[in-house]
């Protein structure tokens, strides 16, 4: 996977094991329902509509993509090479959360708590869409990055739009088409 900008701070680098396409940042154990994770918003591929908790879509069906979460104390520039990017505001419940997926809890620190933006970015979603398992030693053909640094609330952003994955997990987060 390719490095971040030099301030970043990693919180985690490795690879998480999806499954059913989605995985989450968590401080608590409620977790909503994926489709109510992103009720009301315009970007499908990273719901932040239940309170503390953000839900993330992948391209994999199931199986381990790389996954990269970093920490920035201002908003990082948007790398060219991410085919997909969204952001939302992030308030988390406190510092301690996790990055699941079903059975794997990935426990981070988080350097604050205040009101966070989140940005999620995707390369290869169509790829591991097409592939749907990576059960062998490799891991899935797409890859993500979490970027969280602190900043207001803001409306939630489309920055990058490319794969048509992401393009039909915006549409169902509208209403326009069904999961």
Not at 57 to 62: E, M, N, Y
Not at 94 to 117: I, K, M, N, Y
Not at 129 to 148: K, N
Request: aromatic fraction near 10%.
């Amino acid at each position: 996977m390719r490095s971040g900008p030099s301030d970043a701070v990693l919180l985690f680098d490795g690879e998480i094991s999806v499954h059913y396409r989605f995985l989450w940042l968590v401080g608590g154990s409620d977790w909503p329902e994926l489709v109510s994770a992103r009720a009301g918003q315009r970007n499908g591929i990273l719901g932040a509509a239940a309170p503390g908790i953000l839900s993330m879509i992948t391209g994999l069906h199931t199986g381990r993509v790389p996954f990269r979460v970093e920490w920035h104390d201002s908003e990082p520039p948007v790398d060219p090479w991410w085919e997909d990017v969204v952001e939302v505001s992030y308030q988390p419940p406190g510092t301690e959360v996790a990055l699941c997926a079903f059975e794997q809890f990935v426990h981070l620190t988080l350097p604050r708590a205040d009101s966070l933006r989140a940005r999620f970015c995707a390369e290869g979603m169509d790829e591991g869409a097409e592939q749907d398992t990576a059960f062998d030693e490799d891991p899935g053909p797409d890859r993500y990055l979490l970027a969280l640094w602190p900043a207001p609330p803001a409306p939630e952003a489309i920055v990058r739009e490319t794969s048509d994955q992401a393009s039909y997990w915006h549409q169902v987060a509208r209403g326009a088409r069904r999961a």
